[in-house]
């Protein structure tokens, strides 16, 4: 894993990086989260989910990793992408939220 400047890894569950993955500067990546029901939220309660990336994969600058998201090999995500659900493998993927652009 080569990882750039001010990468923040959330890690109140698994972070899982595969081999070669590449960390462009400001990466986020958060397995935790709170409740969006306001009188739950206000009990305190916190949560995770697992995060796992792939071989060979690629987050480009300020891209943001949610809770639960599983990314596959070989793919790519732009800079700036807030991926909130799963990415498959070989793929580019883009956006806000993140979706996939194409194959490679």
Same mark, same amino acid.
């Given at each position: 894993m080569t990882q750039n400047a001010h990468c923040t890894m $959330?890690? #109140?569950n698994? &972070?899982?990086l595969g081999d070669d993955v590449l960390l462009a500067p400001d990466v986020q990546i958060y397995? !935790?989260?709170h409740p969006t029901d306001p009188a739950? *939220?206000?009990t305190g309660v916190a949560m @995770? @989910? %697992?995060? !796992?990336?792939g071989n060979n994969v690629? $987050?480009?600058g300020g891209a943001i &990793? #949610? %809770?639960g998201v599983t990314i596959g090999d070989n793919t790519t995500i732009g800079a700036g992408s807030v991926v909130t659900r799963s990415i498959p493998a070989n793929v580019v993927a883009v956006g806000n939220p #993140? *979706? &996939? $652009?194409r194959e490679v």
């Amino acid at each position: 894993m080569t990882q750039n400047a001010h990468c923040t890894m $959330l890690d #109140c569950n698994w &972070v899982t990086l595969g081999d070669d993955v590449l960390l462009a500067p400001d990466v986020q990546i958060y397995t !935790a989260y709170h409740p969006t029901d306001p009188a739950e *939220r206000l009990t305190g309660v916190a949560m @995770a @989910a %697992p995060i !796992a990336i792939g071989n060979n994969v690629w $987050l480009g600058g300020g891209a943001i &990793v #949610c %809770p639960g998201v599983t990314i596959g090999d070989n793919t790519t995500i732009g800079a700036g992408s807030v991926v909130t659900r799963s990415i498959p493998a070989n793929v580019v993927a883009v956006g806000n939220p #993140c *979706r &996939v $652009l194409r194959e490679v």
